[in-house]
Nanobody, 119 residues
Framework: QVQLVESGGGLVQAGGSLRLSCAPS????????MGWYRQAPGKQRELVAR???????TSADFVKGRFTISRDSGKNWLYLQMSNLKVEDTAVYYC?????????????WGKGTQVTVSP
């Protein structure tokens, strides 16, 4: 089974930058698509950006031009470079991976890393 551990969160002022990392372990050779989601207090978890095994990316409108998702295809490490952060970006950010076993796809989640943006 794939396990995911996020790092890189913290407290930053509005307009600042952070880089999140996600380190997988376990059956990493089974990983297909990966992505970042976030959940703010009192809100549902929402997609931030996703990247396929082939490197194609999609991102939410609210982060376009500010956040960049990338992936180390060799190690399957996942990154999220965040710039021009806004107070409304404050949330717990979760790493996500699809683990494929035969014809079955499992969703794997990390425990999250807190990002807090101050005014």
């Amino acid at each position: 089974q794939v396990q995911l551990v996020e790092s890189g969160g913290g407290l930053v002022q509005a307009g600042g930058s952070l880089r999140l990392s996600c380190a997988p372990s376990g059956a990493t050779f089974n990983i297909d698509d990966m992505g970042w989601y976030r959940q703010a207090p009192g809100k549902q978890r929402e997609l931030v950006a996703r990247i396929t095994i082939g490197g194609s990316t999609t991102s939410a409108d609210f982060v376009k031009g500010r956040f960049t998702i990338s992936r180390d295809s060799g190690k399957n490490w996942l990154y999220l470079q965040m710039s021009n952060l806004k107070v409304e970006d404050t949330a717990v950010y979760y790493c996500y991976a699809q683990e494929r076993r035969g014809t079955t796809i499992y969703s794997r989640w990390g425990k999250g890393t807190q990002v807090t943006v101050s005014p």
